[in-house]
Antibody, heavy 116, light 106 residues
Framework: EVQLVESGGGLEQPGRSLRLSCAAS????????MHWVRQAPGKGLEWVSG????????GYAASVKGRFTISRDNAKNSLYLQMNSLRAEDTALYYC?????????WGQGTLVTVSS | EIVMTQSPATLSVSPGERATLSCRAS??????LAWYYQKPGQPPRLLIY???TRATNTPARFSGSGSGTEFTLTISSLQSEDFAVYYC?????????FGQGTKLEI
């Protein structure tokens, strides 16, 4: 069974940092690209970042470029999102998702709240 | 960035009726479009990818069509569990982008 479990969310002040993790199991992790998608409270889905199977290709939404860094550790079946210079508008539920272009598998999400 | 526009924002339909949801891309995405639905407190669930291919366990009452810039999701006979928010997503180019959603309500 495919499982994606996010962690690392919480309440943080504007300008500070958080690191999200996503632990994957039930599939060959290094065969898939992995992405982060977020959803602000009561709002729609927003693609945040993606990384290729081997980490050679990464992409970011304009809203987070220069502040967030995506990475992965295939030996640990884990995906990460380093979030720096946090802003109030980064407040959202952050999902990791397995990408085949589309997202067949999603985690339950980890909530990030940015507030002073 | 490719902008995805869904219509209508809200669709009111009775159980057993047919529902048609639309999604438009700001430029051609060939057939690289997915549909999801989401219920409160749950992650999105994939329904359709490649514009018309049903995902595993997607009921046959769901069908997707279109190519280029115009796409449609049709639900042939609405069941109670189908009332949710539906999103389209283009998977043609990074940044992948989602539509703003269509709320399907009773």
């Amino acid at each position: 069974e495919v499982q994606l479990v996010e962690s690392g969310g919480g309440l943080e002040q504007p300008g500070r940092s958080l690191r999200l993790s996503c632990a994957a199991s039930g599939f060959t992790f290094d065969a898939y690209a992995m992405h982060w998608v977020r959803q602000a409270p009561g709002k729609g889905l927003e693609w945040v970042s993606g990384i290729s199977w081997n980490g050679d290709a990464v992409g970011y939404a304009a809203s987070v470029k220069g502040r967030f860094t995506i990475s992965r550790d295939n030996a640990k079946n884990s995906l990460y999102l380093q979030m720096n210079s946090l802003r109030a508008e980064d407040t959202a539920l952050y999902y990791c998702a397995r990408s085949s272009g589309w997202y067949e598998y999603w985690g339950q999400g980890t909530l990030v709240t940015v507030s002073s | 960035e490719i902008v995805m526009t869904q219509s209508p924002a809200t669709l009111s339909v009775s159980p057993g009726e047919r529902a048609t949801l639309s999604c438009r891309a700001s430029q051609s995405i060939t057939s690289n479009l997915a549909w999801y639905y989401q219920k409160p407190g749950q992650p999105p669930r994939l329904l359709i990818y490649g514009a018309s291919t049903r995902a595993t366990n997607t009921p046959a009452r769901f069908s997707g069509s279109g190519s280029g810039t115009e796409f449609t999701l049709t639900i042939s006979s609405l069941q109670s569990e189908d009332f949710a928010v539906y999103y389209c997503q283009q998977h043609n180019n990074w940044p992948y982008t989602f539509g703003q959603g269509t709320k399907l309500e009773i």
